[in-house]
C-alpha cells in the first residue's frame, strides 16, 4: 500500500511541475514582450503614412488599405525635431487622473480601422501618437503635426500621453474649418472621461469617431 501511495505521489508531483514549469516558459516571454512594447511610443499614420510599436491580431481587411500598411520605417519623433509649427492650427488639450493600459492587438487593430474609416468619411488626414512628450507636450504636438509635411494642413493629430494623463488633439489650417476648437475641446473632455476610466480604446474610438463626424457634417 505504502508502495503504490509513493507512486501516485511521485506522479502527481511530475504533473504537477510539468504545468508549473509550461505555465513560466508561456507567460515570461510575453511579459518580457509586453515591456519592450510598452517602452517605446506607438503610433499610427505618421509620417508618409508609418506605423509604430503596435502589435496586431492577424490580418487586418479595410477598404481601402491603410496608408500605414505599405510603409513602417519612417521615425516621426525624428521628423518633428526639425519640423517647424504652423501659425495656423488649432485643437484642444485636456488632462485626467487614472493609469490606462497599453493597446492589445485586437484593440490596435480596431484603432487601425477607426482611422481609415475616419480618413474615408472626412477626406482629413488622422494621424495618433502613444507616447511621452520631448518637451513641452503642446509644443511637441504641434511638432508631430507638422511633421507631416504638405499633409498637414488637412490633419488631425491626437497625442495621448498616457504616463502625464493628458491628450492633445491638433488640427491644421483647413482641418480647423471643419473641426472648430469648440468641438474638439467637447470630444476631449468626453475622451479624457473614458482614459480616467481606464478605457484607452474606448476613447481612442469614440474620440475619432466625433472628429470624423464633425468634419463630415462641415464637408
Known sequence: MDSALEI???????????????????????????RRAAAGPVWFGGPAGS???????????????????????????TAAETAEPGRRIGGASVGWRAETRALTPQQADDVRH?????????????????????????HFAEKLHAALGAEAAGAVVLLVDVKGCALEIVTG???????????????????????????????????????????????
Not at 491580431?57 to 519623433?77: F, I
Not at 480618413?119 to 503642446?138: A, I, K, N
Open 51 to 77: 506605423e509604430h510599436g503596435a502589435s496586431t491580431s492577424g490580418p487586418v481587411l479595410t477598404d481601402p488599405p491603410p496608408r500605414w500598411a505599405a510603409v513602417a520605417g519612417a521615425d516621426w519623433v
Open 114 to 138: 477607426a482611422l481609415t474609416v475616419a480618413e474615408r468619411r472626412s477626406g482629413l488626414r488622422f494621424g495618433l501618437f502613444l507616447g511621452e512628450p520631448v518637451g513641452g507636450r503642446r
Open 173 to 219: 489650417e483647413n482641418a480647423g474649418r471643419r473641426i472648430p476648437d469648440a468641438a474638439c475641446g467637447l470630444t476631449a473632455m468626453s475622451m479624457a472621461t473614458s482614459f480616467g476610466v481606464g478605457d484607452l480604446a474606448g476613447g481612442l474610438l469614440n474620440g475619432i469617431g466625433a472628429l470624423a463626424e464633425q468634419a463630415t457634417a462641415r464637408r
Open 8 to 34: 501516485l505521489l511521485f506522479l502527481v508531483g511530475v504533473s504537477l511541475g510539468l504545468f508549473v514549469l509550461i505555465s513560466l516558459l508561456v507567460l515570461v516571454p510575453g511579459r518580457r514582450s509586453a
